[in-house]
């Protein structure tokens, strides 16, 4: 069994920053991708930022809102995902959920895992 656990939310003034994370747990044979979606009340949920593997960092990618201010990495050794969230606005508030491609056998397929999600609120 596979666990994603978030931490790092909460409530920050406009202009303000957090660092989300987001750790992997329990029967892990591999990981490619790690992302981080949000969902806002009232509105579908949507990818912010997303890693692939790759010893070198892994490639990655953003939405347009936050390209420029978050910044997302990943800590192999620690099955972990990190969102650095800098110059936050009230626009960002929403609940962010990690999501990942894991494989619980050797030779078994990538399933995606979604955490509980985290608050972040941002006043303006």
């Known amino acids: 069994q596979v666990q994603l656990v978030e931490s790092g939310g909460g409530l920050v003034q406009a202009g303000g920053s957090l660092r989300l994370s987001c750790a992997a747990s329990?029967?892990?044979?591999?990981?490619?991708?790690m992302a981080w979606y949000r969902q806002a009340p009232g509105k579908q949920r949507e990818l912010v930022a997303r890693?692939?593997?790759?010893?070198?960092?892994?490639?990655?990618n953003y939405a347009d809102s936050v390209k420029g201010r978050f910044t997302i990495s990943r800590d192999n050794a620690k099955d972990t995902v990190y969102l650095q969230m800098n110059s936050l606005q009230p626009e960002d508030t929403a609940d962010y959920y990690c999501?990942?491609?894991?494989?619980?056998?050797?030779?078994?397929?990538?399933?995606?895992?979604w955490g509980q999600g985290t608050q972040v609120t941002v006043s303006s």
């Open positions: 890693i692939s593997s790759g010893t070198s960092g892994g490639g990655t």
């Open positions: 999501n990942a491609g894991i494989r619980t056998t050797e030779l078994g397929y990538f399933e995606s895992y």
């Open positions: 329990g029967s892990i044979f591999g990981i490619n991708f």
